[in-house]
């Protein structure tokens, strides 16, 4: 697997074209060649491209507005072969649409289109779970339905949000097989009774068992993400992560 980080944990500092380039700037340095675009702000797709090229860094994969994805499906594509980033992703099923079985069918018929539309690109929709993918509508899963629904569409899988809906990280890879080309790493911590996100290799999570599944299932870029710091520097952060990871996976 490749390391690499997801812009998002250091969104604060990617909101302008010389924030942008400082921040690709100290991710390379850390050590990672790989990023996801995820949280930035208004760059044009091919100056991010170029600022990240510069600094050795590739872009695999993005998290675009689900509205932008599924109406300007089109220009999505052009601006990820612009970036030479062939995984489309979103971060969530939108909040129009209700948490039920039938919300979730029909967000799965509204964006059908365009996932079969970046299939023919040559590309792949992606779609980044939290924990509410695993609530249960009639017996079947959310994550289930999407499965089932976009049978061409991968899964950029949360390990952290995962294991906070009682799932374990290891057994969705292996039920995801071959569908997940790129995971979020962060890692759980426990703190005065309740759960939080932490540094990978800094909190409870069972990263041998993980990594051993994600070489099962196919993973190929891992990306390290930290929604929240909790004060701290993300950079820091990233940094810790890419320590414990840099030479075991």
Not at 55 to 70: D, E, F, L, N, S
Not at 99 to 116: C, Q, T, Y
Not at 144 to 155: N, S
Request: net charge negative; hydrophobic share 40%; charged share 20%.
């Amino acid at each position: 697997m490749k390391i690499g980080a997801q812009l998002y944990t250091v969104r604060e500092y990617t909101q302008n074209v010389t924030d942008f380039t400082a921040t690709i700037q100290k991710i390379a340095d850390i050590g990672y060649k790989y990023v996801q675009v995820s949280g930035i702000g208004p760059i044009p797709a091919k100056e991010v491209a170029d600022i990240c090229a510069a600094h050795g860094v590739k872009i695999v994969i993005t998290h675009t507005p689900p509205a932008r994805v599924k109406d300007e499906t089109l220009s999505v594509i052009e601006e990820h072969c612009a970036m030479g980033a062939k995984y489309i992703g979103i971060g969530a099923m939108p909040g129009e649409y209700p948490r039920n079985a039938d919300g979730v069918k029909r967000f799965i018929e509204d964006f059908s289109p365009a996932v079969e539309q970046i299939r023919h690109a040559g590309m792949f929709f992606m779609y980044h779970n939290h924990a509410f993918e695993f609530e249960k509508y009639g017996g079947k899963r959310m994550i289930e339905f999407l499965m089932e629904g976009w049978p061409h569409a991968g899964f950029t899988l949360d390990t952290y949000w995962v294991q906070y809906a009682g799932g374990a990280p290891a057994a969705w890879l292996r039920k995801l097989k071959g569908r997940v080309p790129v995971i979020h790493l962060k890692d759980m911590a426990f703190v005065q009774d309740q759960q939080r996100m932490c540094e990978v290799g800094e909190g409870n999570l069972n990263w041998p068992v993980i990594f051993s599944s994600c070489i099962e299932a196919g993973v190929e870029y891992a990306m390290v993400e930290q929604d929240d710091c909790y004060g701290a520097d993300p950079f820091e952060c990233l940094r810790t992560s890419f320590g414990h990871l840099e030479g075991v996976i």
